[in-house]
Nanobody, 122 residues
Framework: QVQLVESGGGLVQAGGSLRLSCAAS????????MGWYRQAPGKQRELVAT???????NYADPVKGRFTISRDNAKNTVYLQMNNLKSEDTAVYYC????????????????WGPGTQVTVSS
């Protein structure tokens, strides 16, 4: 079993910044991709950004140029630096990881964190 714990959410004024963190622990041989998703009230969960094990990144159009995803493989942790926040960024942000639990098996499992609230006031 793998646990993901997010931190860093909160209330911020428009134009401000927040940094989210997500640490993975448990049965982990290797973490492949890691990512951040968000879900605003009344909307479906959507992709924010992903990062591969070798550092290649992908961003949703609404956050390009404002958000930066990074990871520390030694700490099994992924970060999301959010700058120039807008009211439309208000959502619960979820961490997701694609984990290979065992060296002896190529099976990859996906896990979600419980989410952290980000609220941007205008």
């Amino acid at each position: 079993q793998v646990q993901l714990v997010e931190s860093g959410g909160g209330l911020v004024q428009a134009g401000g910044s927040l940094r989210l963190s997500c640490a993975a622990s448990g049965s982990i041989f290797r973490i492949n991709n890691m990512g951040w998703y968000r879900q605003a009230p009344g909307k479906q969960r959507e992709l924010v950004a992903t990062i591969t094990s070798d550092g290649s990144t992908n961003y949703a159009d609404p956050v390009k140029g404002r958000f930066t995803i990074s990871r520390d493989n030694a700490k099994n942790t992924v970060y999301l630096q959010m700058n120039n926040l807008k009211s439309e960024d208000t959502a619960v942000y979820y961490c997701r990881s694609w984990v290979r639990p065992y060296r002896t098996s190529p099976v990859e499992l996906t896990y979600w964190g419980p989410g952290t609230q980000v609220t941007v006031s205008s």
